[in-house]
């Protein structure tokens, strides 16, 4: 689940703009994104316009103006504009319009492992099929290649667990895609096969791979059984009632799987049988 | 897990000993994990004295050791002793509402959950802010579900219907909350609310209203609140077994 960065950090904002943070309006959203002295104010106004999937004719323009605001990574400069089109990226994705396909399309090869992610995020979110291939081109070096660790870095050469989820959300199930994913089952990073279980399940609805998201809510990390909870509610399995009840986790979060197996799931348990599970938790 | 001996005729003296010991335990704790230990044993010690000896009052220096823990900072030990505190009901009610502390935003909350899940009306006045006003949703979400499960049934019923008006007024405020969580609650509170109602009781015609506009898709965008309010109209308008 990608949180929002805090506004933290940011210069403050010129005084005829209210601050960065602030309950704003669309029409102060859309002011802000159109701006470009003010990065800090642009990058908010994205968040806040994807956050409201925000209507207004002018919103797509502007979050695509913003995404290609972007610019060649270079030490020590224009980091803030790619701050600000990882947020298009993301908003593009939440408004919901096919008109940023072709954008967002050509955001998954930027040199930009961020902007990877949050395009990738964003086509997942949009269901876009076209994506699938350049998504499985992506990962198509496996576990030696996408899924290595980057010397002196937290991060891997691919934002796998985006591509992994993007390609679950998409929805199209084909032996290329299947045989992609299943080898990430295999990663050494929890939060990565978790992704790609749940992206399999997803494809599949094929109750095997619900086992390695059910045994990792019982993973001695908090932060992994979290993860597995949120999955296992992406994916609306209905049949995790009863191991997402026993986790050691925040009710909060249980709370969510709860409601992600209800309006994403069918069949058994029944929906009475989970709402009351969820009044439980309450 | 306890070494309380189940006896209902243990001498008090024997009784206190054994909980100074656990008391000590926590106070003694250097580490999250012996923290949590301790805090279950003396949790756990509470609710089985309440179970084997439902005359015996708990110690008040143990429910004021469990009161402590709320602001600890270990989430684990918390839940243990909220769920300590519950299971000694109303006698932990004056230990809790004595020991708030409106610096301590995390051990406040805590202290809300516990309020809310044992449902005294000595509570009410707190559950009523901290669910117009907290800024946790989780703990928001606990004050909803305490509000509609609050033990009304002991008192006179002038007083019996001040309370219901009173929740039911802080849970059409919250039924407008911007977190889905907190209107699920209200609709799982307002159920409750109208359970212990006679059909046809005014409070129970506001509650149904707001569970109406909470069930359409007009007015409410969340699926799982919609269907739960759904069902609590299901459950209140069909004829009771």
Redesign the interface.
């Known amino acids: 689940m990608l949180v929002p960065l805090t506004m933290t950090g940011f210069p403050e904002s010129p005084t005829p703009l209210t601050a960065a943070g602030d309950p704003i309006s669309e029409e102060e959203a859309l002011r802000r994104l159109r701006q470009d002295q003010d990065h800090s104010l642009q990058y908010y106004a994205a968040w806040w316009l994807g956050k409201m999937r925000s209507q207004h004719p002018d919103t797509i323009p502007l979050l695509l103006s913003a995404l290609r605001q972007r610019q060649p990574r270079e030490k020590g400069a224009g980091v803030e504009h790619n701050a600000v089109a990882r947020n298009a990226a993301q908003a593009l994705g939440k408004v919901g319009d096919g008109r940023a396909v072709p954008e967002l399309l050509a955001a998954l090869a930027d040199e930009d492992e961020g902007l990877r992610e949050a395009a990738a995020r964003a086509l997942g979110e949009l269901g876009t099929t076209d994506a699938v291939r350049p998504l499985c081109e992506r990962l198509a070096s496996g576990l030696a290649g996408a899924g290595a660790c980057r010397p002196n870095s937290p991060k891997l050469q691919e934002p796998c667990e985006a591509l992994l989820e993007a390609l679950g959300e998409i929805g199209e199930a084909d032996s290329m895609v299947l045989d992609t994913i299943v080898p990430f089952l295999d990663h050494e990073r929890p939060l990565i096969r978790s992704a790609a279980a749940r992206a399999l399940l997803q494809l599949t609805g094929e109750p095997t791979w619900a086992e390695p998201l059910l045994a990792l809510l019982d993973h001695p990390q908090l932060q992994v059984r979290r993860a597995a909870l949120m999955d296992l509610g992406a994916v609306g399995w209905r049949p995790a009632l009863d191991p997402i009840c026993r986790t050691q986790a925040?009710?909060?979060l249980k709370?969510?799987a709860l409601?992600g197996l209800?309006?994403h799931g069918i069949g058994e348990p029944s929906?009475?049988t989970l709402?009351e599970a969820?009044?439980d938790l309450? | 897990m306890t070494c309380f001996e189940r006896s209902p005729l243990l001498p008090r003296d024997t009784i206190q000993a054994r909980f100074a010991a656990l008391i000590d335990a926590v106070e003694r704790a250097d580490s999250a994990s012996q923290l949590l230990q301790a805090t279950r044993t003396l949790a756990q010690t509470l609710s089985d004295l309440r179970q084997d000896s439902p005359a015996e009052p708990p110690p008040v220096d143990a429910l004021a050791c469990l009161v402590r823990i709320l602001g600890f900072n270990n989430?684990g030990a918390a839940v243990a002793a909220v769920e300590g505190l519950i299971a000694c009901g109303p006698d932990a009610v004056a230990v809790l509402l004595g020991g708030l502390d409106d610096r301590n935003y995390g051990a406040k909350a805590w202290a809300v959950r516990a309020l809310a899940g044992i449902g005294d009306v000595r509570g009410l006045a707190i559950l009523e802010q901290a669910l117009a006003d907290d800024v946790g949703?989780?703990v928001r979400?606990?004050a909803?579900?305490g509000m509609g499960t609050l033990r009304v049934s002991h008192l006179a019923p002038e007083h019996r219907q001040t309370v219901r008006q009173r929740s039911l007024s802080a849970l059409q405020g919250a039924s407008k909350d911007s977190e889905?969580?907190v209107r699920?609650?209200v609709a799982?509170a307002l159920e409750k609310l109208c359970m212990e109602l006679q059909a046809r009781e005014r409070i129970c015609d506001e509650a149904l209203s707001t569970l109406n506009i909470l069930a359409d898709i007009e007015r409410e965008d969340v699926?799982?609140v919609r269907?739960?309010a759904r069902?609590a109209l299901n459950r209140l308008l069909s004829p009771r077994a």
């Open positions: 925040e009710n909060s709370l969510i409601r209800l309006e929906a009475e709402l969820m009044d309450l | 989430p949703p989780s979400r606990a909803a579900i889905w969580v699920y609650a799982a699926p799982v269907l739960r069902l």
